[in-house]
Nanobody, 111 residues
Framework: QVQLVESGGGLVQPGGSLRLSCAASGIMFRISNMHWYRQAPGKERELVATIMISGSTNYADSVKGRFTISRDNTKNTVYLQMNSLNPEDTAVYYC?????WGQGTQVTVSS
């Protein structure tokens, strides 16, 4: 059974940083592409970042240059480093691999 558990969300001031983590179990992590999504209130869920098995990455235009996705195959964990946060980044952030989703972690950017 695949389990994805996100952590690291919270309240941060504009311009601040957070690092999200997603710990995976029940999968062959090192051969799984991993994705971060987010969903803001009243909006569709959107893809934020992807890291492939090869380590190559892709980002939504809205986060390029500010967010970095990475993975640690020894810990079965994918990370999302978020810098220069602004109120538009406020959302629930989800981890996904294949058809499995985590429960989400809330990120709120507010002064």
């Amino acid at each position: 059974q695949v389990q994805l558990v996100e952590s690291g969300g919270g309240l941060v001031q504009p311009g601040g940083s957070l690092r999200l983590s997603c710990a995976a179990s029940g999968i062959m992590f090192r051969i799984s592409n991993m994705h971060w999504y987010r969903q803001a209130p009243g909006k569709e869920r959107e893809l934020v970042a992807t890291i492939m098995i090869s380590g190559s990455t892709n980002y939504a235009d809205s986060v390029k240059g500010r967010f970095t996705i990475s993975r640690d195959n020894t810990k079965n964990t994918v990370y999302l480093q978020m810098n220069s946060l602004n109120p538009e980044d406020t959302a629930v952030y989800y981890c996904r691999t294949g058809g499995a989703w985590g429960q989400g972690t809330q990120v709120t950017v507010s002064s």
